[in-house]
């Protein structure tokens, strides 16, 4: 759980586990804590509000935005725990609120929900981040999250309090050009977003009005096309997190202090299985 409610398991490669396996990384308020099943292992300082992390392709390492402070903080990851890169951390924009890496590990992002932008970064071989051309890239007014597409160069962003969805088309190493008929009107207020692995679907968290759109994305132009109708989503869907296997999306709910279940339909559609107190 992160300190806006929002959540996501990080799961660690085989060669960097401290212990045995089904370890993962998890932001437990302030700071970051590295965890195995559920007991703490390694706590690190990660700034006042440390918001979504993200752990590179490899597993070698992992980046956390920090609210206050709008910046990147890198660690590398080894089998006694989490150590600070050199040059960390790194400014990127007004209040940092998600981070994306991208699939093939090259390069960073993040959605700076003060400044209205997105932070972009290229990643070395050491770890370090260097600005991209171009960046910060302008997008909707109060960018909360965004997700990056495993399969094809596409970036979608939750704009909570525009009401909308922004997309991009990255480059090769990393810049990015807004996509046509973009921003995207959805609903009250988009929060997280969320692919499906074959990167043909994308799933928006709305907190107002407690639901969970599907769309399917067009390879090619990268448009979105609703899918099927929105689900109930109880009470203040906050983050998303699709399952490795294609088949579940847990949906964290700040309201009611739970975790849904929803099965992925072959056509995008979601049909919610339950929820449990977290």
Do not use: C
Request: glycine residues 16%; hydrophobic residues 35%; negative net charge.
């Amino acid at each position: 759980w992160l300190p806006t409610g929002r959540m996501k398991a990080l799961n660690l490669p085989a060669e960097t586990r401290p212990v045995m396996p089904e370890e993962s990384l998890a932001v437990d308020g302030v700071p970051l804590v590295l965890r195995y099943r559920g007991e703490k292992m390694h706590r690190i300082d990660t700034g006042m509000m440390p918001a979504m992390p993200g752990i590179t392709p490899d597993g070698t390492r992992l980046y956390t935005a920090d609210w206050d402070a709008g910046a990147v903080h890198g660690y590398s990851i080894g089998v006694s725990g989490l150590t600070e890169l050199v040059g960390s951390p790194w400014a990127t924009g007004t209040n940092p609120n998600g981070l994306a890496i991208d699939p093939n590990g090259g390069a960073l992002w993040t959605a700076n929900y003060g400044g209205g932008s997105l932070g972009g970064f290229s990643i070395d071989g050491a770890g370090a981040l260097s600005g991209l051309i171009g960046s910060p890239f302008s997008s909707v007014g109060t960018p909360n999250s965004l997700a990056v597409s495993p399969r094809v160069p596409f970036i979608y962003v939750a704009g909570s309090d525009d009401g909308g969805v922004d997309g991009f088309r990255r480059s090769a190493t990393g810049e990015l050009t807004q996509l046509a008929g973009f921003p995207l009107a959805d609903g009250d207020y988009p929060i997280d977003v969320e692919f499906t692995v074959d990167g043909r679907f994308l799933f928006v968290a709305d907190n107002a009005s407690n639901e969970i759109v599907s769309y399917s994305i067009d390879q090619s132009s990268g448009a979105l096309t609703p899918v099927g109708s929105p689900v109930a989503a109880s009470s203040g869907p906050t983050g998303l997190s699709a399952t490795a296997d294609g088949k579940w999306l847990i949906v964290s709910l700040g309201g009611s202090q739970e975790a849904g279940s929803y099965e992925i339909n072959n056509d995008g559609t979601l049909t919610h299985i339950g929820n449990v107190a977290v």
